[in-house]
């Protein structure tokens, strides 16, 4: 049984940090690109960063690119989103997401699991 269990959320002042992770278990983790999504209420879903565990290549959207970090722990297998300088925007359910090769995946229609999420609040 594939499980992705995130954790790490919270309340954090604007400018502030947080990590997430991702714990994968039920599949090789380097056959799957696994990534962050994000849902803000009232707003689609869409892809924040995304990794591909077998040789560590790596994709931010705009929005968040030079303040937030994906990384993974092969020997954990686990991923890692640092997220720094946090500004309310940011604010949503953020959600780790496995697709279905080692391709990046940005479209939450290719994802193949899907964590429970995880809240993340930036107060302003």
């Known amino acids: 049984e594939v499980q992705l269990v995130e954790s790490g959320g919270g309340l954090v002042q604007a400018g502030g940090s947080l990590r997430l992770s991702c714990a994968a278990s039920?599949?090789?983790?380097?056959?799957?690109?696994i990534g962050w999504f994000r849902q803000a209420p009232g707003k689609e879903r869409e892809a924040v960063s995304c990794?591909?565990?077998?040789?560590?290549?790596?994709w931010h959207a705009d929005s968040v690119q030079g303040r937030f970090t994906i990384s993974s722990d092969n020997a954990k297998n686990t991923v890692y989103l640092q997220m720094n300088s946090l500004k309310s925007e940011d604010t949503a359910v953020y959600y780790c997401?496995?697709?279905?090769?080692?391709?990046?995946?940005?479209?939450?229609?290719?994802?193949?699991?899907w964590g429970q999420g995880t809240q993340v609040t930036v107060s302003s």
């Open positions: 039920g599949f090789t983790f380097d056959d799957r690109a």
């Open positions: 990794i591909s565990p077998i040789d560590g290549s790596a």
């Open positions: 997401a496995a697709g279905p090769n080692k391709k990046i995946v940005v479209v939450p229609e290719f994802v193949n699991y």
